[in-house]
């Protein structure tokens, strides 16, 4: 199969990623082999190639947002069948047994693996997942539409749950990308006045559009204190921002798994007043399964950019220097 491999870490417009042949991954029991329709160019993936984080395996196949159609199973049993349509995400397997899976909370099991970091994922044209990690995608999406949904989805709606908004509320979005525009729709279908900050003038026509309260430039401040906020975008200085637009009691969300340094907080100005901050790490499978049902249920309009297969490594320079709209594919059938 053709796959793009991940050697060695370096900025995206350096081209870390290289296209190779590999061997097609057969699936062990309890695994479906997966052929790759879609997969999402998520900003962890981003994150991975250009060193932000640490690069857990040279030659990874990048990608965790990976739509296709299974091709085979390993074992005698399976939830699925030849010819479904699955999703493959970033958590790709736990423990089950450690403090963290007992307790409801596989997202912070200790020895946890993720698609595209640990194993290889998507960026290929086929990809093999434990079943019991892979979703069904609702039929009202295209494999374009549902590939953001399985990262950029599922992270936002945590990310928008961490935050403690309630219906009526006014929640604050910072950075309005593939998973930003996603939570924002759950958020205004639920009740909630979103308030948007973002530098991108295209992201804050695009906000606008989907119904947000408010779609404000960098720097500026939200029109009301806010009940919760989620930050998106990899900036620490907005930390200090989203804070500061808090209501009293109120808490600020980071969604992302790297954020540049975060500038001194003033505990008075910041924290005070019952404030909170925290991060979100990764995802429980409870959380992918209520993302899908409410994406289906409202339904979720996913802004979707595509590129062929052969583009990965022009997709990656474009998502680093701001010019992609709602969410990054590659189509690869």
Known sequence: ??????????????????????????????EVQVRVVACGVCRTDLHIAE??????????????????VVEAIGGRDSRFTIGDRVGIPWL?????????????????????????????????????????YAYRIPEQFSDTEAAPLLCAGIIGFRALRASGVRPGGALGIYGFGGSAHIAAQIAVSEGMRVHVVTRSAGARRLALELGCASAGESGDRTPEPLDGAVIFAPAGGLVQTALSDLDRGATVAVAGIHLSQVPPLDYMEHLFGERCLRSVTANTRKDGEALMEAAARIPVVVTAQAYAFEDADRALVDLSQGRVSGAAVLVLH
């Open 1 to 30: 199969m053709r796959a793009w491999v991940l050697e060695c870490q370096a900025r995206a417009s350096d081209r870390p990623v290289a296209m190779v042949e590999r061997p097609d991954p057969e699936p062990g029991p309890g």
């Open 51 to 68: 060193g932000d984080i640490p690069l857990r395996r040279a030659g990874v196949v990048p990608g965790h947002e990976i739509v296709g």
């Open 92 to 132: 790709r397997w736990t423990c089950g047994e450690c403090r963290f899976c007992a307790t409801g909370r596989e997202n912070l099991c200790e020895v946890a693996r993720f698609t595209g970091w640990d194993e290889d994922g998507g960026y290929a044209e086929l990809a093999v997942v434990p079943e019991d």
